[in-house]
């Protein structure tokens, strides 16, 4: 037991190390791939709606599979979707989203995984957007058991603050510089307001809005929506920000800046006036972000709520989700790495689980939520 818990307490102070340092994330893996037992592990976020997968950090890996796996074998991996709609924070293993009978019958498993001599992968999704999901994935040699889960699972919290800090903050530049960087990538547009609105910081694409003037617009270097009532929510949203009012709370609140005809956008209106957010506002003379998206803050994945609600399976939804993206059986199992007849007998679980006959009332069950 005690030489468990320095090996926990090595391990948790490398996690905080990569997070002021983030040349140091491969010896924070090898730390944690040592303590949970794996073999390699990576750190990255998946994008479910545009399925995509970017890999942040590495230990461990074959270059030439992390590159094949991100030119060919991606869309083939028949873990997403589904994984990533697991709550955040819960610990689980490939055999937790399928079964591994029907795993090792994918070209997945048979072309990119088997080669490897991977047997098994630990996982847990450390944070969660409308689309994106960051996460750390450990691959074994050995089938996951629950000391292994166990051990993860102490490990999840310094792995969320890590990530978090490392994510916003890099001591190594200035913070404005770093803060900047990254709100100029993220997928929203993104302002920074100060007192009663006044405009401190925009990114590209809240560039773009302000100029389209079409949900917000710009008048007098300060922020405003085009909808009349929207704007008097936001203008009391800002000026309780600025007061640290605690109803705005730590999450922040959604205001809906279209009409009921017209699609659906909010503003986010997060306080900088709490955490670690105080010295981004500070920097900024900010006290609040704006996130400017077309789906509620926190509100779950259109398919992810369909996966939910019909009790779909992560190969079911991996089919659904290929019906929004290619056309025909055909293309959905060239694109999905599965046989034809695989791909109708889910569709057919598809049809019988939601109502529906047909692909066409599948795309539409989806747009519709």
């Known amino acids: 037991m005690i030489s468990e818990l320095i090996g926990l307490s090595a391990v948790i102070g490398d996690l905080y190390d990569a997070a002021i340092d983030p040349t140091l994330w491969q010896q924070a893996l090898k730390s944690v791939c040592a303590y949970v037992g794996g073999d390699s592990a990576v750190l990255l976020w998946h994008d479910a709606e545009a399925a995509r997968s970017e890999a942040l950090h590495l230990f461990n890996d074959d270059p030439r599979y992390t590159q094949l796996y991100f030119e060919k074998y991606l869309p083939m991996n028949p873990m997403f979707p589904a994984a990533a709609f697991i709550d955040v924070g819960v610990v689980n293993s490939a055999g937790d989203i399928m079964p591994r009978d029907e795993f090792v019958q994918t070209r997945f498993y048979k072309e990119w995984v088997e080669p490897q001599g991977t047997v098994d992968a630990i996982s847990v999704n450390l944070e969660k957007g409308v689309t994106r999901t960051a996460m750390i994935n450990i691959r074994t040699n050995v089938i996951v058991d629950d000391d292994m889960r166990r051990r993860l699972t102490l490990l999840v919290p310094h792995l969320q603050r890590a990530v978090a800090i490392g994510k916003l903050f890099d001591q190594k530049a200035a913070t404005e510089q770093a803060l900047t960087q990254t709100l100029d990538h993220v997928e929203s547009a993104v302002l920074l307001v100060g007192a009663e609105g006044r405009i401190a910081f925009a990114n590209d694409k809240a560039r773009s809005a302000l100029a389209d003037a079409a949900l917000v617009r710009e008048i007098d270097s300060a922020l405003h929506a085009v909808a009349p009532e929207a704007d008097r929510v936001l203008r009391d949203i800002f000026a309780a920000a600025e007061k640290g009012d605690a109803s705005v709370g730590v999450r922040g609140i959604a205001v809906p800046l279209a009409g009921a005809a017209q699609e659906p956008w909010f503003a986010h209106v997060l306080p900088l006036t709490s955490g670690r957010r105080q010295q981004a506002g500070h920097d900024y003379a900010a006290v609040a972000a704006v996130f400017i998206r077309k789906t509620a803050p926190n509100a779950p994945l259109p398919l992810e709520a369909i996966a939910k609600l019909y009790a779909l399976t992560a190969s079911e939804v991996r089919v659904l989700d290929a019906t929004?993206?290619?056309?025909?059986?055909?293309?959905?199992?060239?694109?999905?790495?599965?046989?034809?007849?695989?791909?109708?007998?889910?569709?057919?679980?598809?049809?019988?689980?939601?109502?529906?006959?047909?692909?066409?009332?599948?795309?539409?069950?989806?747009?519709?939520?």
């Open 324 to 369: 929004l993206k290619v056309s025909g059986v055909k293309a959905m199992a060239e694109t999905l790495g599965l046989s034809q007849a695989t791909v109708k007998t889910h569709l057919h679980h598809l049809f019988r689980k939601t109502g529906t006959k047909r692909q066409s009332e599948l795309v539409k069950l989806i747009a519709g939520l």
